[in-house]
């Protein structure tokens, strides 16, 4: 057998009980979903806001198909830019309080496109050690040398700065701006006085701040009323914004560099209308009312509270990312399968996403949950966490 080796592997996740199937999901993506075929209560997406199934967006998708078509039938570069593209990425400018902006098909694919393309060999990278794995990836996809330093401890930032620095023509500070696991916020004051101590330059992965934190959802950029002193922030709108895709706020220079080194945006199709039409609509929403925020942050700071009473281990979060931490591997998948049991979604996550000896089970508030369904939940917790002993 060619792919034994393979097999051999899937039998070692297996025994560290950390195998699984896709769940499989039938109709939207909303408070309440049909997952397997069983009605459960949905702590595990990433819809913070809850526009993937909002009406006014849903009917922007279906006007835009019926204007555009459903593909945008080449690269940006070629004859794939349509009008809808350059509305969103001037709407988004002006959101974000930045200069320009340069929209991709994915948060995945901006930190794979934009790292490359801004940093070379002769530079050095510096990256938080918890930062998102296609920031990971894009480091490696650069020439650059790259190092890490210990998760938010500026210290050590200093350190390696410090260090490094003379060796370097361009040093690029990277971190995540709301770790996705922990819920933790980047200290960005402090390492932008770093940078500009250090004559560094700043890049800020704001995929879990974009539609959660700042006004209306404008991001940890925004949070820390830092405008124009990060040189890249980067955003996704897969998760608050509801669709699919993703962009990279700055200055004109970025973005007229990107545009002619970005390889994802060089050599893989932009948006379809279908996606860049719901999302025009939704940064529209989020700067006519800032509703849609606090109902998120009134159920967070709601669910956490109760959780927290409760007596279970919630680490660091300051969003409304809420990890339970569990621990071993093995218990953290029988916790979130039994919450399963009891008609609540919360997936686990284990090694390697997050370090060994922490696995959680993760759970993902929103604005479109309901009072009664946050209570539900957390009785579902109470119960399996007594019968675990975790709690
Ligand atoms: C989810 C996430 C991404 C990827 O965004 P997509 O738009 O889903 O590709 C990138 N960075 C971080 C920190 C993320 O949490």
Redesign the pocket.
């Given at each position: 057998m060619r792919l034994s080796f393979l097999e051999e592997k899937i039998t070692g996740l297996k025994e560290a009980g950390v195998y699984r199937k896709l769940p499989v999901l039938e109709g939207p993506n909303e408070a309440e979903i049909i997952l397997n075929g069983q009605r459960v209560i949905n702590l595990s997406s990433?819809n913070y806001l809850g526009f993937a199934n909002h009406p006014k967006l849903k009917q922007a998708a279906i006007e835009a198909v019926e204007k555009y078509g459903v593909g945008a039938g080449a690269v940006r570069t070629i004859v794939g830019n349509m009008d809808l593209h350059e509305e969103l990425e001037k709407l988004l400018a002006e959101f974000k309080r930045e200069e320009a902006v340069m929209v991709f098909?994915?948060?995945?694919?901006?930190?794979t496109g934009t790292i490359q393309a801004i940093v070379e060999k002769g530079d050095l990278i510096v990256s938080d050690e918890l930062?998102?794995?296609?920031?990971i990836d894009g480091c490696r996809l650069s020439r650059a040398d790259k190092t890490i330093y210990k998760h938010c401890d500026m210290e050590d930032l200093e350190r390696v700065l410090k260090e490094n620095r003379d060796k370097y023509r361009n040093v690029l500070i990277i971190t995540?701006?709301?770790?996705?696991m922990d819920g933790d916020i980047a200290p960005l004051p402090e390492i932008v006085k770093l940078a500009e101590k250090y004559n560094a330059l700043t890049y800020v992965?704001?995929?879990?701040g974009s539609g959660v934190l700042g006004e209306s959802g404008r991001g940890t950029v925004d949070h820390f009323h830092l405008h124009g002193k990060v040189d890249f922030t980067?955003g996704?709108?897969?998760?608050a914004i509801g669709v699919?895709?993703?962009y990279v706020a700055g200055s004109e220079v970025m973005k007229d560099w990107l545009l002619h080194r970005g390889r994802p945006l060089l050599f893989s199709t932009s948006l379809p209308p279908a996606a860049v039409a719901p999302i025009i609509v939704a940064i529209k929403e989020l700067m006519r009312t800032t509703e849609y925020t606090e109902r998120l942050w009134d159920n967070a700071r709601y669910f956490k509270a109760r959780l927290g009473e409760l007596g279970f281990d919630l680490g660091k979060s300051q969003t409304p990312i809420t990890p339970v931490i569990i621990g071993n591997e093995a218990k953290t998948m029988e916790f979130s399968r039994k919450l399963l049991e009891k008609g609540v979604f919360v997936s686990g996550i284990v090694f390697p996403t997050v370090p060994k000896g922490t696995g959680r089970v993760r759970c993902m508030v929103t604005a479109g949950h309901t009072k009664e369904q946050l209570d539900k939940a957390i009785a579902v917790f109470k119960e399996v966490g007594h019968q675990m002993g975790i709690i």
């Open positions: 990433n098909q994915s948060g995945f694919n901006c930190n930062n998102h794995a296609s920031i995540d701006g709301v770790f996705s992965d704001d995929a879990h980067i996704t709108l897969s998760k699919i895709g993703g």
